[in-house]
């Protein structure tokens, strides 16, 4: 398997110094020193980062060289569009950081403003598409157009700006992943094959499903199912020689919560993602745990949650993932242990291969994979991205695949119970 170029632009070891006499001076304009300070990341052609600055009250005091506060992935096509002048932008693109203290919002009825402190700005230059690690900044630098008495800017800002290679590989399921579809490596506009995916349920899920379709009360052309819970459904994954590589089943059925008609939080439906035990052939062993649910609104959403499964830990459970994908657009399932470490309180483990997420340094982390989907009214055909590095061999990606199958059921099984169907009028996914 050939996998195509990334790269990923990472932002860490942030700090913000501001020293105390300016904080008194109402020409910097900066009084309120306890309030919290972030900042907005911008690169021209993806959605706008917001992240918070610890404050360090010294120049000799360097913030952690390993934290990442913010990343991007880059792919050719992005690349070039950034290297290439358009009609409506200045000669470069650049990365721009504008530092605030404060936050939006009210103050005891009181309108408050955040006040911006400076911009950062680093121009893209052709050393980004070289495919190498190159640090593109590290270490202080003076922000903000208020100055000391010695024509120093007040605030200094910290960061470490860094480029490092990020292949990927890329899979499509060529079909809806209930009609067993064929799985494909996609290298620019070719396809090759590399799994099948098969899909079965139990009877009685079967029933159900031709009972939607075709109802056998007459009498109306809209009707409400009768179905109460989804379970039964299987995936497995097949190499090409049609050995199974790789399987997620539900565990925990697909039920309305009590006084509503959709699966809820309280209650989540749960799949098991299982690997072949290579000790005891015709054995598996679990891998990891995905739960859905549904979460109402003026638009809902299925919210996935996964957990890898730790053997070193009897069996201890590690949140690798929590997303939300809007059900009638469709979204982004992904794991990437940046993210996931900015938002929670303690360290998540990173991955590394043959699908061990066993606790390493956060050095290591990053982008893992992620499958974008459809919503519940499309053709949902996902497609999945998985970072080499975490690829050792083709039962490492089956691994992944088995998880995409499932987020994709999900966004089906987390459907309203009491839908009404229409003879003859199916949507593009099943309705079930």
Same mark, same amino acid.
């Given at each position: 398997?050939?996998?195509?170029?990334?790269?990923?632009?990472?932002?860490?070891?942030?700090?913000?110094?501001?020293?105390?006499?300016?904080?008194?001076?109402?020409?910097?304009?900066?009084?309120?020193?306890?309030?919290?300070?972030?900042?907005?990341?911008?690169?021209?052609?993806?959605?706008?980062?917001?992240?918070?600055?610890?404050?360090?009250?010294?120049?000799?005091?360097?913030?952690?060289?390993?934290?990442?506060?913010?990343?991007?992935?880059?792919?050719?096509?992005?690349?070039?569009?950034?290297?290439?002048?358009?009609?409506?932008?200045?000669?470069?693109?650049?990365?721009?950081?504008?530092?605030?203290?404060?936050?939006?919002?009210?103050?005891?009825?009181?309108?408050?403003?955040?006040?911006?402190?400076?911009?950062?700005?680093?121009?893209?230059?052709?050393?980004?598409?070289?495919?190498?690690?190159?640090?593109?900044?590290?270490?202080?630098?003076?922000?903000?157009?208020?100055?000391?008495?010695?024509?120093?800017?007040?605030?200094?800002?910290?960061?470490?700006?860094?480029?490092?290679?990020?292949?990927?590989?890329?899979?499509?399921?060529?079909?809806?992943?209930?009609?067993?579809?064929?799985?494909?490596?996609?290298?620019?506009?070719?396809?090759?094959?590399?799994?099948?995916?098969?899909?079965?349920?139990?009877?009685?899920?079967?029933?159900?499903?031709?009972?939607?379709?075709?109802?056998?009360?007459?009498?109306?052309?809209?009707?409400?199912?009768?179905?109460?819970?989804?379970?039964?459904?299987?995936?497995?994954?097949?190499?090409? &020689? /049609?050995?199974?590589? *790789?399987?997620?089943? +539900?565990?925990?059925? %697909? #039920?309305? @919560?009590?006084?509503?008609?959709?699966?809820?939080?309280?209650?989540?439906?749960?799949?098991?993602?299982?690997?072949?035990?290579?000790?005891?052939?015709?054995?598996?062993?679990?891998?990891?745990?995905?739960?859905?649910?549904?979460?109402?609104?003026?638009?809902?959403?299925?919210?996935?949650?996964?957990?890898?499964?730790?053997?070193?830990?009897?069996?201890?459970?590690?949140?690798?993932?929590?997303?939300?994908?809007?059900?009638?657009?469709?979204?982004?399932?992904?794991?990437?242990?940046?993210?996931?470490?900015?938002?929670?309180?303690?360290?998540?483990?990173?991955?590394?291969? &043959? /699908?061990?997420?066993? *606790?390493?340094?956060? +050095?290591?982390?990053? %982008? #893992?994979? @992620?499958?974008?989907?459809?919503?519940?009214?499309?053709?949902?055909?996902?497609?999945?991205?998985?970072?080499?590095?975490?690829?050792?061999?083709?039962?490492?990606?089956?691994?992944?695949?088995?998880?995409?199958?499932?987020?994709?059921?999900?966004?089906?099984?987390?459907?309203?119970?009491?839908?009404?169907?229409?003879?003859?009028?199916?949507?593009?996914?099943?309705?079930?």
């Amino acid at each position: 398997m050939d996998p195509q170029a990334f790269i990923r632009l990472s932002i860490g070891s942030l700090g913000l110094r501001i020293p105390g006499p300016a904080l008194k001076s109402s020409k910097a304009g900066i009084h309120a020193f306890s309030a919290p300070c972030s900042c907005e990341i911008r690169l021209r052609g993806f959605p706008v980062q917001t992240t918070t600055i610890p404050l360090v009250s010294s120049s000799e005091v360097t913030p952690d060289v390993h934290s990442i506060a913010s990343s991007f992935y880059l792919e050719e096509s992005d690349l070039k569009a950034l290297l290439t002048p358009g009609c409506f932008y200045n000669h470069h693109a650049y990365l721009e950081i504008t530092v605030f203290m404060g936050r939006k919002g009210t103050h005891f009825g009181v309108g408050v403003k955040r006040q911006q402190i400076g911009t950062f700005k680093l121009a893209v230059g052709p050393e980004w598409g070289e495919g190498k690690p190159v640090i593109l900044f590290n270490g202080w630098i003076g922000i903000g157009k208020n100055k000391h008495e010695n024509g120093k800017p007040v605030a200094e800002l910290h960061l470490r700006v860094q480029l490092d290679p990020d292949p990927r590989y890329v899979f499509q399921f060529e079909d809806v992943t209930m009609l067993s579809p064929q799985i494909v490596q996609l290298q620019g506009s070719v396809k090759q094959p590399i799994f099948s995916c098969k899909f079965s349920r139990d009877r009685a899920s079967q029933v159900d499903l031709l009972n939607a379709y075709w109802p056998g009360s007459a009498d109306n052309l809209d009707i409400e199912t009768s179905r109460r819970e989804r379970k039964g459904w299987k995936v497995k994954i097949h190499d090409l &020689s /049609g050995s199974a590589v *790789a399987a997620a089943f +539900i565990t925990t059925p %697909f #039920v309305p @919560s009590t006084g509503c008609d959709w699966v809820a939080k309280s209650n989540p439906g749960a799949w098991l993602i299982l690997r072949p035990d290579v000790v005891r052939p015709e054995s598996w062993l679990p891998w990891g745990k995905l739960e859905a649910w549904r979460e109402r609104g003026i638009r809902d959403a299925v919210c996935c949650r996964f957990h890898l499964l730790s053997e070193a830990q009897d069996g201890a459970e590690v949140l690798m993932s929590e997303i939300r994908i809007s059900a009638e657009k469709g979204g982004e399932f992904f794991i990437d242990t940046d993210r996931l470490m900015r938002q929670a309180p303690t360290p998540i483990p990173s991955p590394q291969s &043959s /699908g061990d997420f066993s *606790a390493l340094s956060p +050095i290591s982390g990053g %982008f #893992v994979m @992620s499958c974008r989907v459809q919503g519940e009214s499309k053709n949902s055909k996902p497609l999945v991205q998985l970072a080499m590095r975490h690829v050792t061999c083709i039962e490492d990606a089956a691994i992944f695949m088995a998880l995409a199958a499932a987020v994709d059921l999900s966004i089906e099984a987390c459907k309203p119970f009491r839908r009404k169907f229409r003879r003859g009028s199916q949507g593009s996914r099943h309705s079930l």
